[in-house]
């Protein structure tokens, strides 16, 4: 079974699958957003300071549980070359700001531990999946694996947002936008929803 980006990359570049100059970094943050959830969502304390927090508080809250999760990830961090640090930051930047500003809305409607399970509806979820495919009247299975990185809820059930975070350069755009494209498809199959991508 492939991932989608593995298989565009064979299909239609006849390819071998080459790692990105970031593949690392792609790593590392789909790591900390998966340390952070299993850390926050089964933390008694960070429950309590989330529940007790008025919305001036809620940033350094998520701030400080991120910095700890960081600490254990990033203890040597002499193999690091500059450009990769600067990019994780970014990185990190753009995830506080995402989650916290999800995460307002949810607890708009929410209570503030409900809130935060929609928030973390799944992370680092694997599917395998296989598809029909009729060419010249001759039917093939074709099996299709992947992992989404983060999954978000909102409050009444209707919408779910895939996350798949990119870190690599624009010129690899286009396999990106199949990987995306390919994962709505299996989507509908497998959950009979529509599914819209960007």
């Not at 694996?145 to 409050?155: F, K, L, P």
Request: charged share 30%; with cysteine; hydrophobic share 40%.
């Amino acid at each position: 079974s492939l991932c989608p980006r593995k298989f565009v990359i064979n299909r239609k570049y006849r390819k071998n699958v080459f790692r990105g100059s970031s593949s690392g970094i792609g790593t590392f943050i789909h790591e900390i957003i998966s340390n952070f959830a299993q850390k926050t969502v089964k933390s008694q304390i960070f429950l309590q300071k989330i529940s007790n927090a008025s919305e001036n508080e809620l940033e350094s809250i998520f701030e400080n549980a991120f910095k700890e999760v960081l600490i254990d990830k990033t203890k040597d961090l002499t193999k690091w070359k500059e450009n990769d640090i600067e990019l994780a930051s970014n990185s990190i930047e753009t995830i506080i700001t995402e989650l916290l500003k999800r995460y307002r809305d949810l607890r708009k409607k929410l209570d503030p531990v409900q809130a935060l399970n929609k928030l973390f509806f799944r992370t680092e979820e694997s599917f395998i999946h296989k598809l029909e495919i009729t060419i010249d009247k001759k039917t093939k299975i074709l099996e299709i694996g992947g992992r989404i990185d983060w999954i978000t809820a909102d409050a009444d059930n209707k919408e779910v947002t895939i996350w798949d975070f990119k870190t690599s350069s624009d010129d690899y755009l286009e396999r990106d936008i199949a990987q995306v494209v390919i994962y709505s498809i299996m989507i509908k199959e497998i959950f009979e929803v529509d599914t819209s991508a960007a």
